[in-house]
């Protein structure tokens, strides 16, 4: 009987260290932010998510490279918080190149870079607003040294998403006539 | 109510004496065995009272922060898991339902995870993480239900991992070298199971084992069928090269394993192991790696000798209930053979009542000899 008592604990403590891990990946990791754009808005088949790519200015390390691992330079922000891809380079070795201080590592697949940030989980009461993938939408990412990302919140215009919802939901209800037809 | 009809009959049959009667009726009354009846209502139970927690949950579930959700995550992951420690030397309906919640409770935990961190999954990933970090629990434990629990979702895990190869998709060469890994997987499995029960836990090499037997015989047995009735598998073979010997070498593999075996010993049930394991190569295997061309009879015959072998190793070993479900798919078998070769004449009354008499006739003659087939297996093993 004693033998399952680290079996028990093994599952507790490799979720918390998981957990643990993304946690500190969001709170060391530098703050940055990249325009979205539509893809597909909602993903049925996982559940309430949203799905968008991610706006590289045009730089695709994948036109070349159908597979394989990919890492993205980031240029420097303008605002202090918004960044676009400035050119793409191998990963090997991208922790000393001295001119690109921010970068995303990711893979191509079928012509397509990715890096795992292409979803955001959200209520499904707010998919009526959401059918269609809001203009100047940006995503916030933290990005640790390695250049794995982690989205942290999805802006509209520089405000949260959730404000977004409520300011559409309002507007609607403004525009619903009244119940006695004035 | 089985027990009470069992007992009258070996009574009647002077195998026990009436005070024996009289004693087995009273043990049993005194400690009465957990039924079927009370597995499924607690396992009712336990899922509606979880359900109707979820929804309570899910109603509220964004406005509750993603700390709290951690939070209320990991203390109640917690507890199921003392209480689970605490029953596990006790055998019973309650040891049950605590392992395979905490179990599927792990797995809701990695979900939530990964959806408080929005993290992109292909699923099988998920799936694998949730398995590697459970098995220690499967290993550990006597709960049947956990390890079954455990081979399912590796089922389903390698299942997402294999259609996940570009399968279907337009312009794109699938990755057979997943293809060629899951179908030895059976073998590997069927290999651990019978080597490993007095190393590792009795209960999961038996679960490895049941799943395994249960991949070969239905979703193997029956692709390999259809295969052998349409597959041209010239086109396979030049792209698959030398990944044929990984399933082959696996299949070697498991028949070494099962005649060096220590559980169930005994010459004859290790020929019937080897020869079923054998049958299932030449049933799945060799129509998508050979030109040989299509042969339905030969894929029939081969089917029907999966299965029976599968009825041999069951009755060997005593589970009657295999025994008849094997017999009862060998016949179904035989039947569908007797439709596919006269299957005009069945549009008529006359060939209607003519194979409703035949299976009527085969049902009789299998219920007058099937005591006395098993009989002679287990006498023979």
Known sequence: MKKIIPALILPVAALLIWTSLLEFRILSGRQIRLKITGYDPRDLLSGHYMRYNLDLAGVNPCTEMKSGLSCVCLSDSRDGIHHEASYQRE???????ASCSVYLRGSCESGRFTTGLERFSIPELWAPELAILPQNS???ISVDSNGIGQVTEIFVDNAPLENYVLRRRSEKLMLQPSPTGN | MNLEKSLERWSKAGLISEKQLADIRQFELEEPSASWVIFGLSGLGVSVVMIGLISLIAANWYEISPNVKLIGYFASLMMIGFFAYKRDGTPGVIRESLL??????VLAGVGLVGQIYHLESDGYSALFFWLLIILPVSLATQSRLLNNIWFMGFATAVSLWVADSNWGVYGKDPDLSRFFISVSLPYVFLALGYSLPHIVSERFCAAARFWSYVTLLIPFAFAGN?????ADGSEFWDKAGSLYLVPLIAAVFAIVCASFRKVYPGKFLTYAICVTIFASILLSLVPLSTPIGKHEILGCALFIGVWAGAATIAAAIERRRLFDFCALVIGVRF??????VFGSLAA???GLIFSGGVILGTAYLWHKYRGKVAKKIKEAA
């Open chain 2, 100 to 105: 395979s919640a905490f179990g599927l409770y």
């Open chain 1, 91 to 97: 990963c090997y070795g991208i922790e000393a190149d």
């Open chain 1, 138 to 140: 940006s995503a916030a």
């Open chain 2, 226 to 230: 259809i295969a052998w009735a349409h």
């Open chain 2, 348 to 350: 008529t009354g006359i």
């Open chain 2, 335 to 340: 039947v569908v053979v007797y439709f596919e």
